[in-house]
């Protein structure tokens, strides 16, 4: 029990918010103003080029056992990583305040909060999966990436991430609201994101993407904080 308490406080908000605001808010300070701005436009820029290029498998990193004890698949740099650069989306069905999440938070480790109370469950299994594919299912055949649920591609493993704790995570995640103007409907297909709401506009679309905190080296395990802030309106 104590174990498993150690591995799912780092997703469990109300400790994170305890033990980690101060932290993040000081770095969130650090990228504020125009730097975070354009933090934001080169991370859109990147998704995009990866989207038009039709990729759906970063090369840049795999999954691997985790050199975390207890902590299952870890992902991994195949090669140096460069710092601000893109790395992977973190997936899921998006739920806005409201809607009904209960159930599917119950032991659920993968639910990722947004600055302004969106959620994004990004777990592959059980009833996450089930409603994850039964919402594209009703929007229509390919209508979104479903390979995410079966951790096929590498473009959008976000969610497999470790925690490195307040002093090692080497990646962050960062908010995104891509608008229509800025996705077409072939892009829009290759995303790993639905809304859990079916009446809900379908832009703005939150997107979560990690980008590498520094330069990464070869065979280096990606780690993250579980918690981000963001101040930008971008």
């Not at 409201?98 to 119950?106: K, P, V």
């Not at 493993?157 to 090692?168: A, D, H, L, P, T």
Request: positive net charge.
């Amino acid at each position: 029990m104590i174990e498993s308490w150690k591995s799912y406080r780092h997703r469990f908000m109300p400790w994170v918010l305890l033990n980690l605001k101060k932290q993040f808010k000081e770095r969130s300070v650090e990228l504020g103003g125009a730097e975070l701005v354009q933090l934001k436009l080169n991370l859109k820029r990147q998704i995009l080029e990866a989207l038009a290029s039709g990729v759906s498998h970063h090369t840049d990193i795999a999954l691997k056992n985790s050199k975390i004890p207890n902590c299952g698949l870890g992902v991994f740099s195949n090669e140096v990583i460069r710092g601000n650069e893109f790395v992977t989306l973190y997936p899921g069905s998006i739920y806005y305040p409201g809607d009904s999440i209960f159930f599917q938070s119950i032991r659920n480790q993968f639910i990722f909060r947004c600055h302004d109370g969106i959620f994004i469950d990004g777990n592959n299994k059980g009833m996450s999966r089930m409603i994850f594919k039964s919402l594209t299912g009703r929007i229509g055949p390919k209508s979104r990436d479903t390979t995410w649920l079966s951790l096929k591609s590498t473009f959008s493993v976000g969610q497999i991430i470790n925690n490195g704790g307040s002093n090692k995570f080497n990646v962050a995640y960062q908010e995104l609201d891509f608008n229509e103007s800025e996705l077409s409907t072939a892009f829009l297909r290759m995303l790993p994101y639905v809304h859990f709401n079916s009446n809900a506009e379908p832009f703005p679309l939150r997107v979560v993407a990690i980008y590498a905190l520094r330069d990464i080296a070869p065979n280096e395990e990606l780690l993250s904080s579980y918690f981000s802030i963001d101040y930008s309106n971008c």
